[in-house]
């Protein structure tokens, strides 16, 4: 699909990231959020626009000095298989780059989507002892689902692990 741009999410955009992430949260596709949560991670967003629309989010979170994970990708039903969320994951992607992320991590049932992007599935953990002990101080959901805590086993049955190496 032509005309789809990306940029950085505003304030004024997370009503309608809400709206979009919605279906799949109530799918238990993607952990449910606070609408403070959205808007205290918003520098980590971009949103995707067709037509001056929003059609589809997605988050970059940075976990430690090497390591990223994608969170939230998201696209309105009436925009997915356009694209929207092969330009959102790219933008997400080049953002990684751009902060000196050597790998990015993601926890996803769209096995498929992400393995397009070069993220192949993991197990075990992904980062040393040491750093593991470090993260364990982490008070963010997303780095206790990303270290595969007993806590968060609801939230992520049936998900896939995936990594993205970034070439040097």
């Known amino acids: 699909m032509t005309g789809i741009s990306t940029r950085p999410a505003r304030t004024s955009d ?3 990231i809400r709206d979009i992430v919605a279906p ?7 952990v449910a959020k606070d609408a403070v949560a959205y808007y205290e991670a918003l520098q980590q967003f971009r949103v995707a626009e067709v037509d001056g629309v929003i059609a589809g989010c997605g988050a970059l979170h940075v976990i430690w000095e090497d390591l990223a994970e994608v969170r939230t990708v998201a696209v309105a039903p009436e ?3 356009t694209g ?4 959102i994951l790219a933008d997400l992607v080049a953002d990684a780059r751009k902060l000196g992320v050597a790998r990015v991590f993601c926890l996803t049932f769209e096995t498929q989507f992400f393995a397009a ?3 192949v599935p993991i197990d075990g953990q992904a980062v040393p002892p040491e750093v593991y002990a470090e993260l364990l101080r982490s008070y963010d959901e997303g ?3 990303f270290l595969d805590l007993e806590r968060v086993k609801p939230n992520t049955l049936g998900n896939t692990r995936m990594l993205l190496t970034l070439p040097g």
């Open 84 to 87: 929207v969320g092969h330009a």
């Open 117 to 119: 992007h070069g993220f």
């Open 14 to 16: 997370v009503r309608a």
């Open 143 to 145: 780095v206790a689902e």
């Open 24 to 30: 799949l949260v109530a799918e238990r596709r993607i």
């Open 79 to 81: 925009h997915r298989h």
